[in-house]
């Protein structure tokens, strides 16, 4: 089994408990960095909203499967066989009370209790075929096995330990990939177009935004962050995923304010566009966006509605092109992977290649923001777990 993260970990588990002879590998010296260093260090282990419609992939129904046969209850079964404790915070998000480390500590203990053999640091430097199953050459010399369960992981993060391999291993046994991409990401803008913008550099305020044209990206009503650089914060995640080079973000900044009531406040109003506007927005963003109008510093009573109208309609769809993301670097998850149409939804195993199987975060299944990603990994964990 390759990849000691969350999905690794949990497999190995399962089908070192089942019976099954596990060896884990990792190139890595520290392990499950991914658990270690979410939430703040709490890690957001689960949702309890999860369900297919908080996942994207091309294959959109493959993810049905397994999330139906290992769901957030399972995975909090797990936390207080364990005497974990663990808290909602919004939006159905679970986080452990304590340190990251007690689960990796709990995982570690399931992997103990299965008799898992553990390698790690051990880097994997070549696999092949064989008439048996598979062999693989690694740092402590060549091992055979008849299944191979690949947990590597995505490219995000790359300062902690991501790599390609998972995706190698997929193209060398024929298995097709859809194209990696930063996901969970802040996007970025020319330097030159954000100049106005980046003095807002801290400012926070909730929004509705998607990204694109059509019902591919679903609207998200969170929280957006201004940076330096471009955008941030939960809504801009929750976005990224979706978003591709060139698309446009549709951004809702009067999200709790409709046409009808902005143009009523008008009536007897002595302040001017940007004082009214800064009543709904955060000041320093109120100033800004005035100030891209010719009517900044006239009275609110003296506009017309057509004017407001006109307002309210280009701030409730601000339209904002990104020239990229942060990349690798920031993103939290990666989008795309092994294409899914080649995978069995039911064992994780590649159709054409009996005996290799693909989880986690190196399939092509992404979740949203908000413990989801945390969700596939341990719910395709154990169905491939229950497979072997």
Avoid at 299 to 309: G, K, Y
């Amino acid at each position: 089994m390759l990849g000691a993260g969350a999905a690794g970990l949990m497999c190995a588990a399962r089908a070192g408990q089942r019976g099954r002879r596990v060896l884990l590998l990792d190139h890595w010296p520290k392990i499950a960095e991914k658990i270690r260093i979410s939430g703040g260090g709490r890690c957001n282990f689960t949702n309890l909203h999860t369900s297919a419609e908080n996942f994207l992939s091309d294959n959109p129904h493959f993810c049905k499967s397994a999330l139906s046969r290992f769901t957030p209850r399972d995975i909090i079964a797990l936390l207080q066989k364990h005497r974990i404790g663990f808290h909602q915070k919004h939006k159905g998000q679970l986080f452990c009370d304590e340190s990251a480390e007690r689960l990796i500590s709990a995982l570690l203990q399931e992997c103990a209790a299965g008799g898992v053999t553990h390698w790690q640091p051990c880097a994997v430097q070549a696999v092949e075929a064989a008439c048996t199953g598979f062999r693989l050459r690694t740092a402590r010399g060549w091992v055979g096995a008849p299944a191979l369960v690949v947990a590597t992981g995505g490219l995000s993060i790359p300062q902690i330990g991501a790599t390609a391999l998972g995706y190698q291993i997929a193209q060398q046994f024929g298995l097709p990939i859809v194209s990696p991409r930063p996901a969970l990401v802040p996007l970025a803008f020319d330097p030159v177009q954000w100049a106005p913008y980046a003095q807002l550099s801290g400012v926070s305020l909730p929004v509705r935004i998607r990204s694109g044209t059509g019902g591919a990206c679903p609207q998200f009503h969170d929280d957006l962050l201004f940076t330096h650089r471009g955008l941030s914060g939960p809504a801009i995640l929750q976005v990224s995923s979706y978003w591709r080079g060139g698309d446009a973000l549709h951004i809702d900044l009067l999200a709790g304010l409709d046409e009808t009531a902005w143009c009523k406040s008008k009536t007897g109003n002595r302040r001017t566009l940007s004082a009214e506007l800064a009543q709904h927005l955060p000041q320093r963003l109120a100033q800004q966006l005035a100030a891209n109008t010719v009517q900044a510093q006239q009275r609110m009573a003296d506009l017309s509605d057509q004017t407001l109208r006109a307002l309210w309609r280009q701030w409730h769809d601000w339209q904002l092109h990104p020239s990229g993301t942060l990349g690798w670097r920031k993103a939290e998850v990666t989008a795309g992977g092994v294409d899914t149409r080649a995978l069995s939804s039911t064992s994780m195993m590649a159709r054409k290649v009996p005996g290799l199987y693909f989880i986690g975060e190196v399939v092509d299944v992404t979740g949203w923001l908000g413990g989801y990603n945390f969700q596939w990994a341990w719910s395709s964990a154990v169905a491939c777990a229950n497979a072997l």
